[in-house]
T-cell receptor, first 113, second 112 residues
Framework: KAGVTQTPRYLIKTRGQQVTLSCSPI?????VSWYQQTPGQGLQFLFE???????NKGNFPGRFSGRQFSNSRSEMNVSTLELGDSALYLC????????????FGNGTRLTVT | QQQVKQSPQSLIVQKGGISIINCAYENTAFDYFPWYQQFPGKGPALLIAIRPDVSEKKEGRFTISFNKSAKQFSLHIMDSQPGDSATYFC???????????FGTGTRLTVIP
């Protein structure tokens, strides 16, 4: 079974721009979560989608948003990029959410200049 | 506020030795405690997980010890190998939720 796939692997953007990251979950997994990883703050939860609905949200500003499609694929969008948004963005999928383990992709490395 | 406290920040162990990483929490609503292993350039990979109804779980060279009353859990890596050199994260999840609260990570180096 293929793992969680994230595209692109690397992105360089300028302050003020917006960016869209993509995630394809493991086949059959219906829950997709997004995490931000930085050296200073570690791994922090952004949001979770299940059956195209946002089910849970972390403590991030409204510039961070996401969506999930009917095939469970997910995208996250960051608008008006700031230097502090430079991070590794990780997508994780699980079978049904609260009762199943999370499996992570290899992330998208976003650099904001 | 860090919901899961992890120590040490870094650890150097000789090949064949035992690596021990500790985590502590306060939230009694946590009911699932996984450990993840992350290599440079890769995402975290699930290593082993435990629920609070058991005190120990072993998978190969990896063992989780869980102390519910002390709200502490630890990862033991027996017969540590250079290939185990990675960053290890403990995490916790509340009942009914899917988001994980992660510890700050431990960078393990196993010296040949």
């Amino acid at each position: 079974k293929a793992g969680v796939t994230q595209t692109p692997r690397y992105l360089i953007k300028t302050r003020g721009q917006q960016v869209t990251l993509s995630c394809s979950p493991i086949s059959g997994h219906r829950s997709v979560s997004w995490y931000q990883q930085t050296p200073g703050q570690g791994l922090q939860f952004l949001f979770e989608y299940f059956s195209e609905t946002q089910r849970n949200k972390g403590n991030f500003p409204g510039r961070f948003s996401g969506r999930q499609f009917s095939n469970s694929r997910s995208e996250m969008n960051v608008s008006t990029l700031e230097l502090g948004d430079s991070a590794l963005y990780l997508c994780a999928s699980s079978l049904d959410g609260a009762n199943s383990p999370l499996h992570f992709g290899n992330g998208t490395r976003l650099t904001v200049t | 506020q860090q919901q899961v406290k992890q120590s040490p920040q870094s650890l150097i162990v000789q090949k064949g030795g035992i690596s021990i990483i500790n985590c502590a929490y306060e939230n009694t609503a946590f009911d699932y405690f996984p450990w993840y292993q992350q290599f440079p350039g890769k995402g975290p990979a699930l290593l082993i997980a435990i629920r609070p109804d058991v005190s120990e779980k072993k998978e190969g060279r990896f063992t989780i010890s869980f102390n519910k009353s002390a709200k502490q859990f630890s990862l033991h890596i027996m017969d540590s190998q250079p290939g185990d050199s990675a960053t290890y994260f403990c995490a916790a999840r509340e009942t009914g939720a899917n988001n994980l609260f992660f510890g700050t990570g431990t960078r393990l180096t196993v010296i040949p």
